[in-house]
T-cell receptor, first 112, second 116 residues
Framework: GENVEQHPSTLSVQEGDSAVIKCTYS??????FPWYKQELGKRPQLIID?????GEKKDQRIAVTLNKTAKHFSLHITETQPEDSAVYFC???????????FGTGTRLKVLA | EPEVTQTPSHQVTQMGQEVILRCVPI?????FYWYRQILGQKVEFLVS????????KSEIFDDQFSVERPDGSNFTLKIRSTKLEDSAMYFC??????????????FGEGSWLTVV
C-alpha cells in the first residue's frame, strides 16, 4: 500500500547549522510533495512544496529536493534558528486521489 | 488571511456517545477533508468531500463515521459511538482546487477529542 517513510525521527542541531530531513515514498504515481511544520498543539502549516516535474525548489533558508527515480525527497534548512524547532512532516500525493500520505514526522530541536 | 476554523477546540466524551466536530472551511474553497492525528503519531487521512458527496475515504473511516455539509458554510464530522481509540486531534482542511492537481490544503487548528 501507500507509505511514506521519514528519517530521522528526532534531530538536534546547533543554531546556525543545517538540518536535513529525508523521506521515501512507495507510490511511483505520486506527483506532489508538500512539507509541513507543526508546533506543539498547533495545526500543520505548509512551508514548502515541490511537484514531480521539478528537481529542486528553494525559498530563503528552506529547500526541497526530489529524486523521482529513487523516490526520495528531502527538506534542507540552512542557518537554523531556535524558532525552527518543531515537528516536520513530509507528505506525498498521488495523481487522481485526494489524500495526503504523511510521513511519521521529525522532531527538530535547534539548540541555542 | 482567511483560515479554516474548527469547533470545539477540545471535547471530552464518554465512550459510546456521539460526537459532532464542526468546521468552517475557507469561503471560496470547494474541497473539504478530515484528517486525524493520534498523540505523537503522524497525520492520517480520513475522508475527502466535494460537491456534497464523499470523494474518497480511508479504511479508518468506517460506518461509525459520517460527514455532512448541512449548509453553505459548515462541514461536520460525526462519530456515532465513540471508542477509546478515537481519541485524537481531528483536523479539518480545505482547498480551492483538488489535491488531485497537487494544490495545497489548508488545515484548521484542530479539535482535540478525548474519549473516556
Amino acid at each position: 500500500g501507500e507509505n511514506v517513510e521519514q528519517h530521522p525521527s528526532t534531530l538536534s542541531v546547533q543554531e546556525g547549522d543545517s538540518a536535513v530531513i529525508k523521506c521515501t515514498y512507495s507510490d511511483s504515481a505520486s506527483n506532489y510533495f508538500p512539507w509541513y511544520k507543526q508546533e506543539l498543539g498547533k495545526r500543520p502549516q505548509l512551508i514548502i512544496d515541490i511537484r514531480s516535474n521539478v528537481g529542486e525548489k528553494k525559498d530563503q533558508r528552506i529547500a526541497v529536493t526530489l529524486n523521482k527515480t529513487a523516490k526520495h525527497f528531502s527538506l534542507h534548512i540552512t542557518e537554523t534558528q531556535p524558532e525552527d524547532s518543531a515537528v516536520y512532516f513530509c507528505a506525498a500525493v498521488r495523481v487522481g486521489t485526494y489524500k495526503y500520505i504523511f510521513g511519521t514526522g521529525t522532531r527538530l530541536k535547534v539548540l541555542a | 488571511e482567511p483560515e479554516v476554523t474548527q469547533t470545539p477546540s477540545h471535547q471530552v466524551t464518554q465512550m459510546g456517545q456521539e460526537v459532532i466536530l464542526r468546521c468552517v472551511p475557507i469561503s471560496n474553497h470547494l474541497y473539504f477533508y478530515w484528517y486525524r492525528q493520534i498523540l505523537g503519531q503522524k497525520v492520517e487521512f480520513l475522508v475527502s468531500f466535494y460537491n456534497n458527496e464523499i470523494s474518497e475515504k480511508s479504511e479508518i473511516f468506517d460506518d461509525q463515521f459520517s460527514v455532512e455539509r448541512p449548509d453553505g458554510s459548515n462541514f461536520t464530522l460525526k462519530i456515532r459511538s465513540t471508542k477509546l481509540e478515537d481519541s485524537a486531534m481531528y483536523f479539518c482542511a480545505s482547498n480551492r482546487l483538488s489535491s488531485y492537481s497537487g494544490n495545497t490544503i489548508y488545515f484548521g487548528e484542530g479539535s482535540w477529542l478525548t474519549v473516556v
